[in-house]
């Protein structure tokens, strides 16, 4: 090979290929960051519960990791990440949303192993108590009475007598929620809601208790057993490209401010939803200035190379079999993932 008309030295040269290798080796095989929702003793409709996964088929997987891998906190990854020592053989264990299951189920159950992990709460919720709104929308359209699903903001009539009709509505409006701002989706849900009587719904939010959330007295007291709070926006709002700038910088602070004042700190984030398409670069801004990591759903291992604030995590499906399958077709497919955090920080300039 020739380098400036002289022959490059063979131990130059061999430096050179050692380092390019290990950054490749570095990559592909990243530590993982796993998200899961929420943990239940009993599933029984997969499709309102679709955010939960039973305690055995949890547990199968803990023990699993627990043998297999090493499971590290939240500060110990974010150290780690900084001076680039992450390795394939760690595991970092983060559940969405802040589920009351967490403390009730969770909890006890990593606490057994001595196992930590990190919580990511949507601090209106924690508030006022109020279950998210991919929950509303679920149990609207599979528990209502009616044959006929009316949203008048979104323009929509859907005929649903049938479960697969109603599959199918639940998949579209979920996707047509995505997108909305968070003005128009209170007016969706509403809207949603009101396709089934008040009185069914205190029935219904009872039957599914899965889906309560945590109070703050909850929140602190997974706190104080050593568990990692971060957010994940004020009010869950999507932080897509066309969510007004003043309401993305409300949802990402507002949460950070009421995080810091009922457990003292809070320096993680993760985007709500946090595929590629919801996360506007405004929101990878915000977050880069006020929170020390943030988390997407982007699949893929977390290099030592990787972008702090776009750090990607891998979904769990209950079946461990399918879990460690998709953890190896992540690893194949980072590529797409560094091409992503690549583009937004060449954005946002
Ligand atoms: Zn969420």
């Known amino acids: 090979m020739r380098h400036g008309g002289k022959r490059m030295p063979r131990r130059f040269k061999q430096f050179i290929l050692t380092l390019a290798g290990n950054r490749i080796l570095q990559r592909k095989n990243g530590a993982m960051v796993l998200y899961y929702h929420g943990v239940a003793e009993r599933v029984f409709d997969p499709v309102v519960q679709a955010l939960h996964m039973p305690v055995n088929e949890f547990e199968e997987q803990i023990q699993y990791f627990h043998k297999h891998h090493t499971i590290i906190s939240m500060d110990e990854f974010c150290e780690a990440l900084q001076k680039r020592r992450l390795h394939s053989s760690q595991v970092v264990l983060t559940f969405d949303d802040g589920f009351k299951n967490n403390l009730t189920v969770v909890a006890p159950l990593l606490r057994s192993y001595g196992l930590p992990f990190t919580v990511f709460i949507s601090t209106e919720q924690v508030e006022n108590g109020w279950r998210y709104p991919g929950y509303q929308m679920r149990a609207s ?135 590629k398409r919801d996360i506007s670069k405004t929101a990878y801004e915000l977050v880069k200035a006020t929170y020390q990591l943030g988390f997407s759903t982007v699949n893929a291992p977390v290099d030592n190379f990787a972008d702090p604030h776009l750090i990607p995590r891998v979904g769990t499906p209950s079946e461990l079999g399918r879990l460690r399958g998709a953890m190896v077709s992540c690893r194949l497919g980072g590529g797409n993932y560094r091409k992503w955090a690549k583009q937004m920080v060449l954005q946002s300039g």
């Open 141 to 275: 359209i599979w528990c209502t009475e009616m044959d006929t699903l009316t949203i008048p903001s979104l323009n929509l009539q859907l005929h649903i007598p049938t479960s697969e009709e109603r599959l199918m509505a639940i998949e579209l409006i979920g996707d047509k929620m995505r997108d909305l701002s968070e003005m128009k989706l209170k007016v969706v849900l509403a809207e949603l809601r009101a396709h089934i009587p008040d009185s069914r719904w205190s029935e219904l939010n009872e039957m599914f208790s899965t889906d309560a959330v945590m109070t703050w007295d909850d929140v602190r007291a997974l706190h104080a057993q050593g568990v990692t709070i971060g957010s994940h926006c004020h009010s869950h709002a999507i932080l897509h490209k066309l969510q007004d700038r003043q309401e993305i910088r409300r949802q990402i602070e507002t949460s950070k401010r009421l995080i810091v004042e009922h457990v003292g700190e809070c320096r993680y984030f993760s985007y709500p939803h946090g595929t």
